[in-house]
């Protein structure tokens, strides 16, 4: 079976992690510390926060902006469901944007026809492994006073005009689950400039605890959103090979490009001049004539994993009943979403690999 994603561990993390379970320090703080520091590197911000899950960098990111009962957060409408599960679980209303076809990000022409006196901020999803069209979405939070909360689980590396994506808006939000291009099994980081809004994030992932000299005091009602240190050192030795590993990944999506370009019910993913693609996820479109649940099924039949690109919100039955969607009225996020497959990609899939994948695809039909 040629698997939809293996995380790629090496010996030299599985080392990393022994010598944090050697030291009895799985709690104390300094490889977290020394993670923080390399990413905010990396990306050239001035802060970044660890926590456990890319979800809970969203989640402490509307905390940290006061965003709640009786504001409104513009979310895509094609996105895994936890972005708008955060607006929801601080109780705020999400209001769903279509997509760019594209790129298959929110459309900012659709964001500006939501945006009402209610509206607080905007969450744009950079999905797959490349940015949304950032230019437009920061004039619109600007005119209208809005925060911009990047949820960048798939782009780290990925870059919009030159700039990191997640680096843009107020906060960008990362995810290091085993499908991302760096794993630390599970975990997240969230990104910010801005000092102040740092502090509040570290002191509402940890039991709202806030240091004073050698005391502590417990100044807000927090979370238990910390990552550990043995998820730090995986993370910290995986961000030393991050080119390597993206890399690669491009290479996978160009092998992928040359050989499934002469399938005429396919399209391959398109990247405009102004973003650097990740691949965090490959995504086919394939023609409406095509059954894709057949076409899952045959992949499967054949030992070839693969499954549909992302959700759209308007057909999960939460979100649809108590907002009463439907899909007129997201008919990009329809077309997309009903015919988007994702295909295997991950750091080692070999060329022969993608060529029994194409062959297999060609006997479809």
């Not at 004073?212 to 979370?223: C, L, N, P, R, T």
């Not at 102004?274 to 899952?296: E, P, W």
């Amino acid at each position: 079976m040629i698997r939809l994603a293996i995380p790629s561990i090496d010996a030299q993390e599985e080392r990393a992690v022994q010598a944090v379970l050697r030291s009895g320090f799985l709690v104390q703080g300094k490889t977290v510390a020394r993670f923080e520091e390399a990413v905010a590197r990396y990306l050239d911000v001035k802060h970044a926060v660890a926590v456990s899950s890319g979800t809970s960098a969203l989640h402490l990111a509307l905390v940290s902006f006061g965003i709640g009962p009786g504001d409104e957060v513009i979310v895509p409408d094609y996105t895994f469901p936890a972005t708008a599960n955060v607006v929801e679980l601080v109780g705020a209303k999400p209001v769903f944007a279509d997509i760019d076809p594209e790129t298959f990000n929110i459309d900012a022409k659709a964001v500006e026809k939501l945006i009402n006196k209610k509206t607080k901020a905007i969450i744009p999803v950079h999905l797959f492994g490349q940015s949304a069209d950032m230019a437009p979405l920061m004039r619109l939070a600007k005119k209208y006073k809005l925060k911009v909360i990047e949820d960048a689980a798939c782009v780290l590396g990925a870059e919009y005009k030159g700039r990191k994506c997640g680096t843009i808006g107020d906060i960008g939000c990362f995810s290091f689950h085993p499908r991302k291009v760096i794993t630390t099994g599970e975990g997240g980081m969230a990104v910010t400039n801005d000092r102040s809004i740092a502090d509040r994030l570290r002191t509402l992932r940890n039991h709202g605890i806030a240091h004073k000299g050698s005391k502590i005091d417990f100044v807000m009602a927090g979370f238990n959103y910390r990552m550990t240190e043995i998820q730090a050192a995986l993370g910290l030795v995986q961000l030393k090979r991050i080119k390597a590993l993206i890399l690669s990944r491009r290479k996978v999506a160009g092998i992928y490009d040359s050989q499934l370009g002469a399938i005429d019910w396919i399209k391959t993913p398109s990247t405009p001049a102004y973003n650097t693609h990740v691949f965090q996820t490959y995504i086919i479109q394939i023609s409406g004539a095509i059954d894709r649940g057949q076409l899952l099924r045959f992949l499967q039949q054949n030992g070839i994993e693969a499954n549909f690109g992302t959700y759209a919100l308007h057909h999960l039955t939460f979100y649809k009943k108590k907002y009463h969607l439907k899909a007129s009225q997201f008919p990009v996020t329809e077309v997309v979403f009903q015919n988007s497959i994702a295909l295997p990609v991950f750091e080692h899939l070999s060329v022969d690999q993608i060529r029994r994948i194409t062959a297999i695809l060609k006997k479809f039909r």
